[in-house]
């Protein structure tokens, strides 16, 4: 038994020591970024335990440099359910890493508040992406539309997979 358990040990630890540190796409070009993403597929997360459908991410560039994020999806009763945020980007204009925060404006000098947004894919011309953190505890696939063509969405469950991604784990976005 305890043999067995240190060898499930040992191969546990091995195979998450093979999985590369997260890279992001090279440059994003945040004012291209601006506007409506539609959720096509996410890890599932506490705080959109009552998204039931129709689930979006609207980014409106600011005159301080900053992002406003509306996030909004339908609950199972049909109404919007609405939660407003702020982005900034980490290092320079043209970073892939950003922080979000959907805390009060006024605790934003509380490091714990601010969640990282890395865009790990991004289609040439700004049609889907696929954002996740540094520890792949959360993963979201957005499209500029409702929906995604099934190559389009399986060629990225490939790359996915290959950056360590687990796939049981992901979870199609009603419409």
Known sequence: MVSGLLAWAAATGSAQAEVAPLQTVPAVDVPR?????HEIAKYPNWFQKKCASSTQATYTLQANGQVQVLNRCKTDKGEWSEALGAARQIGGPTSAQLKVRFAPEWLSFIPLVWGDYWIIELDPDY?????SEPQRDYLWILSRTPQLPAATYHA?????EKRGFDLKRIEPTKP
């Open 156 to 160: 990225l469950l490939g790359k996915l």
């Open 33 to 37: 970024y601006m506007g409506t993403w």
């Open 127 to 131: 049609q889907w992406v696929v954002v």
